[in-house]
Nanobody
Framework: VQLQASGGGLVQAGGSLRLSCAASGLTFNSYALGWFRQAPGKEREFVAAITRSGGSTTYVDSVKGRFTISRDNAKNTVYLQMNSLKPEDTAVYHC?????????????????WGQGTLVTVSS
């Protein structure tokens, strides 16, 4: 299984980015997906998750109303649309996958991880 995250970069506060995570080596529509982030000097934290069908999503409170997780099962890709970005959103963003029919919000629930993509939000 491989997860390849992309789309990070440098953006000003208030701007937008869309992260993508392309998956291979798995039956994509059998896997729930999540995004996590790790800011400098901090532990990795949950950001967003989506069920295998895409019918249910959940978010950490700090990104609700600004970030949207979605997936395209035909393209084996999960997305994280990030709007109204803030400097505190600066982090390396990782996608993760696990088989199962629910949304999963804990790191230990995921068995597969991508390498991460850096998002830097300037003030």
């Amino acid at each position: 299984v491989q997860l390849q995250a992309s789309g990070g970069g440098l953006v000003q506060a208030g701007g937008s980015l869309r992260l993508s995570c392309a998956a291979s080596g798995l039956t994509f529509n059998s896997y729930a997906l999540g995004w996590f982030r790790q800011a400098p000097g901090k532990e990795r934290e949950f950001v967003a998750a989506i069920t295998r069908s895409g019918g249910s999503t959940t978010y950490v409170d700090s990104v609700k109303g600004r970030f949207t997780i979605s997936r395209d099962n035909a393209k084996n890709t999960v997305y994280l649309q990030m709007n109204s970005l803030k400097p505190e959103d600066t982090a390396v963003y990782h996608c993760a996958a696990r088989s199962g029919g629910y949304v999963y919000i804990h790191e230990y629930e995921y068995g597969y991880w991508g390498q991460g993509t850096l998002v830097t939000v300037s003030s």
